[in-house]
């Protein structure tokens, strides 16, 4: 069975710093594009980044350009989610996901996990 698990997720003061992981099975990693979504409480879930399958371009929501990056070690089937100089603003539950194709549409990803709470405190 395809399993995606997030971990690392918890409590940082403004300005500091979280690395997110998800560890992937039960799929083809190298051959998937990861992203990366995030719904905070009432909003709708939103894409924050992606890395491509074979190489290592990554594309990012404007919000959080300069602060997030993307990074993977298909030998280990994982993807991360580095954050600094975090804000209240992203507080949400974070998701990855894996995809066939780049893009930024939630409905383009198979697979998902069962998402990390970050929480921002001011």
């Known amino acids: 069975q395809v399993q995606l ?3 690392g997720g918890g409590l940082v003061q403004t300005g500091g710093s979280l690395r997110l992981s998800c560890a992937a099975s039960g799929l083809p990693f ?30 990012y929501t404007d919000s959080v350009k300069g602060r997030f ?9 994982t993807v991360y989610l580095q954050m600094t100089g975090l804000k209240p603003e992203d507080t949400a539950v974070y998701y ?11 409905r383009d990803y198979d697979y998902w996990g069962q ?8």
């Open 115 to 122: 998402g990390t709470q970050v929480t921002v405190s001011p």
């Open 5 to 7: 698990v997030e971990s």
């Open 96 to 106: 990855c996901a894996a995809a066939r194709a780049f893009k930024a549409d939630s």
């Open 30 to 59: 190298s051959s998937y594009v990861m992203g990366w979504f995030r719904q905070a409480p009432g909003k709708e879930r939103m894409f924050v980044g992606a890395i491509a399958a074979n190489f290592g371009m990554t594309g």
């Open 69 to 77: 990056t993307i990074s993977r070690d298909n030998a280990k089937n």
